[in-house]
T-cell receptor
Framework: DAKTTQPPSMDCAEGRAANLPCNHS???????VYWYRQIHSQGPQYIIH???NNETNEMASLIITEDRKSSTLILPHATLRDTAVYYC????????????FGKGTTLSVSS | GAVVSQHPSWVICKSGTSVKIECRSL??????MFWYRQFPKQSLMLMAT?????????EQGVEKDKFLINHASLTLSTLTVTSAHPEDSSFYIC??????????FGPGTRLLVL
């Protein structure tokens, strides 16, 4: 699976949009971009995933660049409960293969 | 999203004893289940992958005789830590996926070995 690079930490004011970047310059054509987050002392929570089109759901939006070498997760109106470690993972969608976690970005939302 | 449960949520045991952790997929059939562990201030590390009815595949450095994994049904997998020692104290997280679908995670089990 392609390697991803994320900033170790980011801060965001409550109510503002949080834009979390992810670099995956070695991504191959059949690899998807997945985002998960882990709130302290809990299991990871699925947020969103995409292949090449931008995606939006009730939690977030995922913007993937045209060359697919980077992406941005957008939390439109961050709240204190969004404070967590956010993981960007690139993987082939194939039965039996696991997600491999990097170090992620620690997002701190403050009032 | 789909729901994965784990039991117990935390356990304290004496060194040398065995501990079993259950992982259940509540609203989907987990054809594949994964076990991870996480040490403080570190990321999740994959321990093993198991397909229903098959033997688990362990990651390098994970002792298969120490961490026994059973995936007997499409909704249940168990991890047994045998002869636990203090260095096995960690946060154990299971995850399930149905086919090629999204992978969902349980809430984790915190193990403390005294």
């Amino acid at each position: 699976d392609a390697k991803t690079t994320q900033p170790p930490s980011m801060d965001c004011a409550e109510g503002r949009a949080a834009n979390l970047p992810c670099n995956h310059s070695t991504i191959s054509g059949n690899e998807y971009v997945y985002w998960y987050r882990q709130i302290h002392s809990q299991g990871p929570q699925y947020i969103i995933h995409g292949l090449k089109n931008n995606e939006t759901n009730e939690m977030a939006s995922l913007i993937i660049t045209e060359d697919r070498k980077s992406s941005t997760l957008i939390l439109p109106h961050a709240t204190l409960r969004d404070t967590a470690v956010y993981y960007c993972i690139v993987r082939v969608v194939q039965a039996g293969t696991a997600l491999i976690f990097g170090k992620g970005t620690t997002l701190s939302v403050s009032s | 999203g789909a729901v994965v449960s784990q039991h117990p949520s935390w356990v304290i045991c004496k060194s040398g004893t065995s501990v079993k952790i259950e992982c259940r997929s509540l609203d989907f059939q987990a054809t594949t289940m994964f076990w991870y562990r996480q040490f403080p201030k570190q990321s999740l590390m994959l321990m093993a992958t198991s397909n229903e009815g098959s033997k688990a595949t362990y990651e390098q450095g994970v002792e298969k005789d120490k961490f026994l994994i059973n995936h007997a049904s499409l909704t249940l997998s168990t991890l047994t830590v045998t002869s636990a020692h203090p260095e096995d104290s960690s946060f154990y997280i299971c995850s399930g996926r149905e086919g090629r679908e999204t992978q969902y995670f349980g809430p984790g089990t915190r193990l403390l070995v005294l």
